[in-house]
């Protein structure tokens, strides 16, 4: 059973900094891509950005310089680092992976979401 577990959101003041982490547990073979997502209330869930296993990025253009994404493989896990912090940025934040398990099966994965709200 893999799953997907998030942290690191919050209430930040605009122009400050948070580190979302998304750690993946199951019998995990490769992880292939894996990124954030994002959903603001009354709108549809966007990218973020995203990372291939072998680091290739891509990242919305509407957070391109202000977001890092990076990945630790050997521990499954995910971050991204927010920089500059706008009160547009606020939403629920997501992670998802493409998931190669030992059984040889291949889905995608969603962590169940953290709040990341950013204050004017």
């Known amino acids: 059973q893999v799953q997907l577990v998030e942290s690191g959101g919050g209430l930040v003041q605009a122009g400050g900094s948070l580190r979302l982490s998304c750690a993946a547990s199951?019998?995990?073979?490769?992880?292939?891509?894996t990124g954030w997502y994002r959903q603001a209330p009354g709108k549809q869930r966007e990218l973020v950005a995203s990372?291939?296993?072998?680091?290739?990025?891509n990242y919305a253009d509407f957070v391109k310089g202000r977001f890092t994404i990076s990945r630790d493989n050997a521990k499954n896990t995910v971050y991204l680092q927010m920089n500059s912090l706008k009160p547009e940025d606020t939403a629920v934040y997501y992670c998802?992976?493409?998931?190669?398990?030992?059984?040889?099966?291949?889905?995608?994965?969603w962590g169940q979401g953290t709040q990341v709200t950013v204050s004017s």
């Open positions: 990372m291939t296993l072998f680091g290739s990025t």
């Open positions: 998802n992976s493409r998931i190669r398990t030992y059984d040889g099966q291949v889905d995608d994965y």
């Open positions: 199951g019998s995990i073979s490769w992880i292939n891509p």
